[in-house]
């Protein structure tokens, strides 16, 4: 498994951002998780997955958050980021709530069951109250990291081995 540091790296979050759209959020995602890894246009080809993985269901799981991911060929590890939005915006969440934490989720195709784990690692983690508030309360980047990290990590052990 990859270490929750290493999955969601500080230079992979972003606070109080003002988008009004699903499409600039996942432009932004994109452009956060690209590294050229897999050569040139990666942003454009993450940014489509995301919005492929979008039309077949919404990722929004209630209470402002939303899970945007997918796989990738030719990836070598999974890679994570966070938007937390100044204002929320229309997900088509269930509860029908606003969403303003986008944690966005790119996995290796082919490695399903690491892709599924660390998606719910994620969710038991988001679905804590206290760690939503503690989210929407940071000051900075780092502090942001540390909450999910920490929690990751101390929920789902297993996480950073």
């Given amino acids: 498994m990859i270490n929750p540091d290493e999955l969601l790296p500080v230079s992979h979050i972003r606070l109080d951002e003002l988008y009004q759209s699903q499409k600039r959020v996942f432009e932004a995602l994109a452009s956060l998780l690209a590294d050229?890894?897999?050569?040139?246009?990666?942003?454009?080809?993450?940014?489509?997955?995301?919005?492929?993985?979008?039309?077949?269901?919404?990722?929004?799981?209630?209470?402002?958050i939303a899970i945007p991911h997918g796989r990738i060929p030719g990836l070598?590890?999974?890679?994570?980021?966070?938007?937390?939005?100044?204002?929320g915006i229309d997900f088509n969440a269930p509860d029908h709530s606003p969403v303003d934490l986008i944690f966005a989720l790119i996995a290796p195709e082919g490695d399903d069951h690491l892709h599924l784990k660390i998606l719910a690692s994620l969710a038991r983690t988001l679905s804590e109250p206290r760690n939503r508030e503690a989210l929407r309360n940071a000051q900075t980047p780092e502090r942001a990291q540390a909450v999910i990290v920490e929690q990751m990590t101390t929920v789902n052990p297993e996480q950073s081995t």
């Fill in 76 to 87: 070598s590890a999974p890679r994570a980021a966070m938007i937390r939005l100044r204002k």
């Fill in 36 to 64: 050229d890894e897999l050569g040139g246009e990666e942003s454009t080809r993450i940014f489509e997955t995301l919005i492929a993985r979008e039309r077949l269901g919404c990722t929004a799981i209630g209470h402002g």
